[in-house]
């Protein structure tokens, strides 16, 4: 299941990335050629259809994406990959847990202190 929705992610990107760099290098230069007006009379029609192109290919990508990432791997109790595995996602989570014990106290310190730049500025203008 999780090899399936990888496949059809990566297959939903690249036809999003062709599709753009198709309309990139071959519809706009072929519709300006034909002229400001011409261009400006095909263009809603056609931006009206490549946008729901994009999005369903996008919407695609996105929902297999997501369950290719939630889907969980299969693991071997017996296989050395598995110990591999486990330890490395041992020291991600570790890692996540600094990150966010990090980015709690700086804002618990902002929100105690403010922003320090507010309570630094030299007046310009003097003692009053």
Same mark, same amino acid.
């Given at each position: 299941?999780?090899?399936?929705?990888?496949?059809?992610?990566?297959?939903?990107?690249?036809?999003? %990335? =062709?599709?753009?760099?198709?309309? !990139? *290098?071959?519809?706009?230069? &072929?519709?300006?050629?034909?002229?400001?007006?011409? /261009?400006?009379?095909?263009?809603?029609?056609?931006?009206?259809?490549?946008?729901?192109?994009?999005?369903?290919? %996008? =919407?695609?990508?996105?929902?297999? !994406? *997501?369950?290719?990432?939630? &889907?969980?791997?299969?693991?071997?109790?017996?296989? /050395?990959?598995?110990?591999?595995?486990?330890?490395?996602?041992?020291?991600?989570?570790?890692?996540?847990?600094?990150?966010?014990?990090?980015?709690?106290?700086? *804002?618990?310190?902002?929100?105690?202190?403010?922003?320090?730049?507010?309570?630094?500025?030299?007046?310009?203008?003097?003692?009053?």
């Amino acid at each position: 299941m999780r090899e399936i929705a990888e496949l059809v992610s990566v297959l939903a990107c690249g036809l999003v %990335a =062709g599709a753009a760099v198709y309309i !990139s *290098l071959v519809e706009y230069p &072929a519709r300006m050629e034909c002229g400001v007006e011409t /261009a400006a009379t095909e263009f809603p029609p056609s931006c009206r259809r490549a946008n729901i192109m994009h999005a369903t290919f %996008a =919407g695609v990508g996105l929902l297999t !994406s *997501l369950a290719a990432w939630f &889907a969980s791997p299969t693991l071997d109790k017996r296989s /050395a990959q598995t110990t591999e595995l486990l330890a490395r996602w041992a020291r991600l989570h570790a890692f996540r847990s600094v990150v966010s014990v990090e980015a709690l106290l700086l *804002l618990v310190y902002l929100s105690v202190f403010g922003d320090l730049s507010e309570r630094t500025q030299v007046s310009t203008t003097g003692p009053r």
